[in-house]
């Protein structure tokens, strides 16, 4: 009983939210926008099987809910900067056999662009999202996972485009039987120029990734490149490679390991196309 009202209270919630918002959307239709989703779900899954004398049944019943809300805006001036914060809630609730299960998974993501229409877009974000699981079957357990972080980007058309990335999240797990909090941080640079006849890209990237636990550390670092060029109407080249080292240190144990990965390789590639009354066949590339 306790657990139905649980359930009808937060369907009232949700929607008392959403009937809220949704009259603004008629004073601030010129700077705002607003996009939501609501959708319930049931299934019911049936499953014999005969092994001898025996029968086992399966019988697994899901009802989920599902909501969404977002709103996009502006700050100012469209061309000074916009914003995007939106919401979701799933709840699920299963079945199966005389077992049962609850799962929520709720959260928010928050981002804002400041100066989108220019050469040089600047996107801050940050999110949390939370699984929460009650079950008669698997030991009950709530994950957590919050980032935060940013986009660069510098679009310069006689200059390579340049993109940076930069990301810290955080993961919470309480579960008894895998208990595991981690904190990654994450960068990345990439430059790729793109014309009629060839495509360049690079990008140098890194991760760090602690064990709160344990207290074990791992850096990860390397660069990729790709380089295709057109030789001919018929003939594509194309050259890859990168470089991967990982250091990795156990938080009771003073050494270093550390693993180096190298990946190189060249192909050539051929798009032979024949003309047959007015039809167009490609053949099968061919790999060197």
Excluded: C
């Excluded at 939210?17 to 779900?41: D, N, R, V």
Aim: glycine letters at 6%; aromatic letters at 12%.
């Amino acid at each position: 009983m306790l657990h139905q009202i649980k359930k009808n209270k937060n369907i009232i919630i949700v929607i008392t939210i959403i009937f809220i918002l949704f009259p603004l959307k008629k004073s601030y239709a010129q700077g705002f926008s607003w996009s939501g989703m609501i959708e319930l779900s049931f299934r019911e899954r049936i499953e014999r099987s005969n092994t001898g004398d025996s029968i086992v049944k399966t019988d697994q019943k899901t009802f989920q809910q599902r909501y969404f809300l977002n709103l996009n805006g502006h700050i100012i001036d469209p061309r000074f900067a916009i914003f995007s914060i939106g919401t979701t809630f799933t709840h699920t609730w299963d079945e199966l056999n005389d077992a049962d299960s609850r799962t929520k998974d709720y959260g928010y993501n928050i981002s804002t662009t400041l100066f989108p229409q220019r050469f040089f877009p600047l996107t801050l974000y940050t999110n949390r999202f939370v699984s929460d699981l009650d079950s008669s079957i698997y030991s009950s357990r709530k994950s957590t996972t919050a980032a935060y972080g940013l986009r660069w980007s510098l679009l310069l058309r006689s200059l390579p485009t340049i993109r940076l990335f930069m990301e810290q999240s955080e993961n919470e797990n309480d579960d008894p039987q895998q208990r595991k909090d981690e904190r990654k941080r994450e960068a990345s640079l990439e430059l790729n120029k793109v014309t009629s006849a060839s495509v360049f890209f690079a990008r140098y990237r890194y991760e760090n990734l602690l064990d709160k636990i344990g207290s074990s550390t791992s850096d990860t670092q390397g660069v990729d490149m790709n380089y295709g060029s057109q030789l001919t109407r018929i003939l594509h080249l194309r050259t890859f490679g990168s470089y991967l080292t990982t250091g990795a240190k156990d938080g009771a144990d003073s050494d270093i390991s550390l693993k180096d990965n190298i990946d190189t390789g060249v192909g050539l590639y051929f798009h032979p196309t024949v003309y047959i009354q007015g039809l167009a066949y490609t053949f099968i590339q061919l790999y060197i």
